[in-house]
């Protein structure tokens, strides 16, 4: 697959002699001319590398680079004889920098080390899931609630503490544990999201910890692991409530002493991070069940956010959807909700929070088209028509469905609920994940 770069620059000319000369040298390209053209690009073609203006017409100075910089490489390009500007970009995490006029040998070399150095980084399991899958957004909202979310943050960051976030699916802790760190002292170094339910436990252990030369098979080189390429930065372990007994013994380890050893090494290492957790599972009653350490869980909850669900904070619901709209319109006309339609996202109790907000949304605006008013009629799935039960709970039952009709109707309103995750859907259906596959390729088959 070729790499793909995307141009963030308001300069006619410039922006699409760049993207010629990268073309042609074999590049997939993007192009954006305003901050609000770039980041509706960002969010829909995930580009691998972003070359991005220093003066926008509708951005802050550094402010673009430092809310993409720790997601992507990102090079920085800058007038002549601001040099000045250059430095502080890559103290902020610029990858490099071009000065205008810009040397199209040079470009291409930079182009050409951004590019290599992010798939070295993409060769990492964890890392690459852990960038892909994460584009940090900001936390949005204005509700009492989330003011109050907002002093926690504040007041938790710029300790060492570590900190425990909760909350149910979907309602934005990877966003709240990204607000910490760039609230805090670290923020000029990286945020390492690890994903602590898609690997095994001993792939984990040399991810997280690194290895040395010969540590097993296949380790023909020493590698250093996660927390040492989140040193001084912040480490972001999300649901941490699915790892299995013998890493709970081993990061208690490191939460207790601050030290960590390589596999195969046999000497420690000082561990330079600053631990933030998160999970939508009930640690407190998983200590009483005995799956979860409760001497692990008390290092953790040191100091605990608990993020309220969408349904305790309906006020934020409009400011969402405004951002959601704007997204998708990719710096064109934007849908708006009518009142009546926002009355009824109002109404919802969101079990899934502001992922099936947003998954409603953009749904939403698919059904009106080119009809720029988004009515309760686009949102067939929250569209009260029943006496008593919920919306959900009428479709589910409309007409006289068979069993299956229900099941296959239920299978996929929590396949958008909980955005395709499986694994949850399993939960909550309380079968086996297996099962729930089984289900699935089932449904799947049979809708044309
Ligand atoms: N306050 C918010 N402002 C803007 N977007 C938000 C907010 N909260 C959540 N989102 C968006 O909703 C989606 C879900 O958020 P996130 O992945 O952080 O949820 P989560 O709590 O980690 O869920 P899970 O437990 O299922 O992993 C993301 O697309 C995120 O950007
Ligand atoms: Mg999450």
């Given at each position: 697959m070729k790499p793909s770069v995307l141009v963030v620059e308001d300069d006619v000319v410039l922006n699409q002699i760049l993207v010629r000369a990268l073309t042609k040298a074999g590049y997939d390209m993007g192009s954006a001319r305003t901050w609000t053209e770039a980041r509706a690009k960002l969010d829909a073609q995930a580009p691998d590398v972003v070359l991005l203006d220093?003066?926008?017409?509708d951005a802050q100075d550094l402010g673009p680079l430092g809310e993409i910089a720790s997601d992507r490489p990102t090079i920085i390009l800058t007038a002549h004889g601001s040099i000045d500007h250059a430095v502080r970009a890559m103290r902020m995490g610029a990858a490099d920098y071009l000065v205008k006029p810009v040397n199209l040998e040079e470009l291409e070399l930079v182009i050409r080390r951004a590019v290599d150095g992010s798939r070295l980084r993409a060769g990492r399991a964890v890392d690459h899931a852990a960038s892909a899958a994460r584009r940090t957004p900001d936390l949005l909202g204005n509700s009492p609630a989330m003011k109050r979310l907002w002093d926690l943050i504040a007041a938790v960051a710029d300790t060492q503490v570590t900190a425990l976030i909760t909350g149910e699916s979907g309602v934005g802790k990877e966003l709240v544990a990204h607000a910490v760190h760039q609230a805090s002292g670290r923020r000029h170094e990286r945020f390492v999201a690890v994903?602590?339910?898609?690997?095994q436990e001993t792939l984990f252990e040399s991810e997280l910890f690194g290895y040395e030369r010969g540590?097993?098979?296949?380790?023909d080189r020493r590698k250093p692991g996660l927390i040492e390429a989140a040193a001084g930065g912040t480490l972001f372990l999300d649901?941490?409530?699915?790892?299995g007994a013998a890493l709970q013994a081993k990061l208690l380890r490191v939460l207790e002493t601050g030290r960590f050893r390589r596999v195969g090494a046999t000497a420690d290492l000082r561990a330079d991070v600053r631990i933030v957790a998160a999970t939508n599972r009930d640690l407190q009653r998983m200590v009483q069940q005995g799956q979860f350490r409760a001497d692990l869980y008390y290092r953790l909850s040191g100091f605990a956010i608990e993020e309220p669900p969408l349904r305790d904070r309906r006020d934020d619901i409009a400011l969402l959807v405004r951002h959601f709209t704007q997204r998708r319109a990719a710096g064109g006309v934007p849908h708006v909700f009518s009142d009546a339609a926002l009355r009824l996202l109002r109404q919802y109790h969101w079990p899934g929070n502001v992922r099936e907000l947003r998954n409603v949304v953009e749904r939403a605006v698919l059904l009106a088209g080119p009809n720029t008013v988004v009515e309760p009629r686009h949102l067939p799935t929250l569209n009260?028509?029943?006496?008593?039960?919920?919306s959900e709970s009428s479709a589910l039952l409309q007409g006289e469905p068979t069993l299956e009709d229900i099941e296959r109707r239920y299978l996929s309103i929590l396949l958008q609920r909980y955005d395709g995750n499986r694994r949850r859907v399993a939960e909550v259906l309380g079968v086996s994940e297996r099962t729930a596959y089984r289900m699935i390729d089932r449904f799947e088959a049979k809708t044309p």
């Open positions: 220093m003066n926008l017409p994903d602590c339910c898609t690997l540590a097993f098979t296949g380790a649901e941490i409530g699915d790892i009260a028509d029943a006496v008593g039960g919920t």
